[in-house]
């Protein structure tokens, strides 16, 4: 019997990447692993994740919109063109991870620590971010427009945000990054610097 099931159960199993499309939408998952392996545009709206993991997987094309992840440990995995617009994370800890071209808008994230990461084209808008930590990664061509931000700590990351600077109110900076973000602060705020 397979484990991915729309609406289904799963407890305390070591999960496989099948080469048929997944579709398991409104799955709850309790202590899993899936280590290794594509999800190649998986259904997996609405899903819940508690405890276990990913380590060494590619999701291309997932759609994990309203998805549910609490003390989770992502581990040399990539997310590539993923919906997780609406989605909660909570206590998940994403290391040498890749995020490209992810949609998290209206995501809320607490107690989130992204560890030696890429990050590239991810989309935060309106998403709300509460005790997010950043160490070591690439943040490249960062959307935050309306985001919330409280205590999120961008120190030790390289960070472009193209979109939505002004909402930067509540983030930790060091010196460095203050001074790289100062052009696009002072063009948001319309002073000429010369």
């Given at each position: 019997?397979?484990?991915?099931?729309?609406?289904?159960?799963?407890?305390?199993?070591?999960?496989?990447?099948?080469?048929?499309?997944?579709?398991?939408?409104?799955?709850?998952?309790?202590?899993?692993?899936?280590?290794?392996?594509?999800?190649?545009?998986?259904?997996?709206?609405?899903?819940?994740?508690?405890?276990?993991?990913?380590?060494?997987?590619?999701?291309?094309?997932?759609?994990?919109?309203?998805?549910?992840?609490?003390?989770?440990?992502?581990?040399?995995?990539?997310?590539?063109?993923?919906?997780?617009?609406?989605?909660?994370?909570?206590?998940?800890?994403?290391?040498?991870?890749?995020?490209?071209?992810?949609?998290?808008?209206?995501?809320?994230?607490?107690?989130?620590?992204?560890?030696?990461c890429v990050l590239?084209?991810?989309?935060?808008?309106?998403?709300?971010?509460?005790?997010?930590?950043?160490?070591?990664?690439?943040?490249?061509?960062?959307?935050?427009?309306?985001?919330?931000?409280?205590?999120?700590?961008?120190?030790?990351?390289?960070?472009?945000?193209?979109?939505?600077?002004?909402?930067?109110?509540?983030?930790?900076?060091?010196?460095?990054?203050?001074?790289?973000?100062?052009?696009?602060?002072?063009?948001?705020?319309?002073?000429?610097?010369r």
């Open positions: 019997m397979t484990a991915w099931v729309p609406e289904g159960l799963v407890e305390g199993v070591a999960l496989e990447a099948p080469a048929e499309p997944v579709a398991a939408a409104g799955a709850t998952f309790v202590d899993c692993r899936l280590t290794g392996g594509v999800l190649a545009e998986p259904g997996l709206a609405r899903t819940t994740w508690r405890g276990g993991g990913l380590s060494g997987v590619r999701i291309v094309g997932g759609r994990l919109a309203r998805s549910s992840w609490r003390d989770v440990a992502i581990e040399d995995s990539a997310l590539a063109g993923c919906e997780l617009y609406g989605a909660v994370l909570r206590g998940v800890v994403v290391r040498r991870g890749a995020l490209d071209s992810v949609n998290l808008r209206g995501a809320r994230l607490r107690d989130v620590v992204f560890e030696d590239r084209d991810v989309d935060l808008g309106g998403a709300s971010l509460v005790r997010v930590s950043f160490p070591g990664c690439r943040i490249e061509r960062l959307d935050i427009t309306k985001a919330v931000f409280e205590r999120v700590d961008l120190r030790g990351a390289e960070v472009e945000v193209t979109r939505g600077i002004d909402r930067l109110a509540g983030a930790i900076v060091d010196t460095g990054q203050l001074m790289a973000l100062a052009p696009a602060l002072a063009a948001h705020l319309g002073l000429d610097v």
